[in-house]
C-alpha cells in the first residue's frame, strides 16, 4: 500500500495539465473487500441502508432510461452511518491527495457514490462534467472526485474514460441524457478518439477535475464492474 503526506511534482503535474491524475495502490485491499461487501450487501438486502440518501437505479425518470440498469447508492451525510462508507469517506490519504490537487488548505467530502455495471447491460454513463452538475466554478469553489474500483476495470468491462485537458475549456452545457433520462451529459458532441480509458486494479484511485469530461460505456465484458467515488469541494 502506498502513503504520502505529500503527492509528487510529477502527480500534480499530470493533474494540471490531463485533468486527472492516478494514484496506485492508496487503498488497503481490506478496505476494497469491505467495501465490496457492503455495497452489493446493501443493494440485495443484505446490510441495511442505515440513513443512506439513495439506493437503487442509477436513474429512473423513465422505464425506457437506460440509467435504470446503473444500480447506485449515494450517501450524503458525513459521517456516514453505515461505519464501512464512513471508513472511505474518512479516509486521510484521500482528503490529503484532494487538498494538494485543489491547492486548497481545506477538502470536505460532500458526496459519496457506489456505482455498478453488470455485464450485458446496456447502461452507459453520459458524457458529463461533474461541474455541469454541481456548478461549483460559478461561485469560484473548488471540486474533484476520487473514482476508486473494487474490482479491476477494462476497456471492455464498463470502466470510466475521460477526455484529457478538456477541463481547461468551459464548463459546457449540459441537457439531459438521451431525452428521458436524470442523468445530465454534454450538449455538444465530444472526440471519443481522445478518450482514456482507465484501466486500474482494486486499491488505485483516480482523481479527476469538477471540469474533466468523463463517462462510460456499457459493460461489454464479461466481468463486473463496481466503482465507488467521493466528492470533495473547498
Ligand atoms: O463510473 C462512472 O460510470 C461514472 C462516475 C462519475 O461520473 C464520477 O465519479 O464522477
Not at 423513465?62 to 464512513?86: C, K, Y
Not at 486521510?92 to 450485458?120: N, S, T, W, Y
Request: glycine fraction near 8%.
Amino acid at each position: 500500500m502506498q502513503t504520502f503526506k505529500t503527492l509528487s511534482p510529477h502527480a500534480l503535474e499530470h493533474y494540471e495539465e490531463q485533468g486527472y491524475v492516478v494514484l496506485q495502490g492508496l487503498i488497503p485491499q481490506e478496505l476494497i473487500s469491505g467495501l465490496l461487501d457492503r455495497v452489493d450487501g446493501i443493494l440485495e438486502g443484505r446490510y441495511e441502508a442505515l440513513g443512506l440518501h439513495h439506493v437503487g437505479a442509477g436513474s429512473d425518470n423513465s422505464p425506457d432510461d437506460p440509467g435504470r440498469l446503473n444500480r447506485q447508492i449515494v450517501v450524503v451525510e458525513f459521517p456516514a452511518q453505515d461505519p464501512v462508507i464512513n471508513e472511505i469517506m474518512s479516509f486521510k490519504a484521500l482528503e490529503l491527495a484532494a487538498r494538494q490537487l485543489m491547492h486548497r488548505d481545506v477538502a470536505e467530502i460532500f458526496q459519496f457514490q457506489a456505482m455498478v455495471k453488470e455485464p450485458g447491460c446496456d447502461n452507459p454513463t453520459p458524457w458529463h462534467q461533474d461541474d455541469g452538475y454541481w456548478k461549483y466554478d460559478h461561485r469560484d469553489q473548488k471540486a474533484i472526485t476520487a473514482w476508486m474500483p473494487l474490482l479491476a476495470t477494462t476497456a471492455e468491462n464498463g470502466t470510466m474514460w475521460l477526455l484529457p485537458e478538456s477541463h481547461k475549456g468551459p464548463i459546457h452545457e449540459h441537457v439531459q441524457a438521451g431525452g428521458v433520462s436524470n442523468y445530465r451529459t454534454v450538449a455538444e458532441s465530444i472526440d471519443e478518439s481522445k478518450l482514456v480509458p482507465l484501466e486500474l486494479s482494486p486499491g488505485d484511485v483516480s482523481f479527476h477535475h469538477q471540469k474533466t469530461i468523463h463517462g462510460a460505456f456499457s459493460n461489454s465484458g464479461t466481468k463486473r464492474r463496481v466503482i465507488v467515488a467521493s466528492h470533495y469541494h473547498s
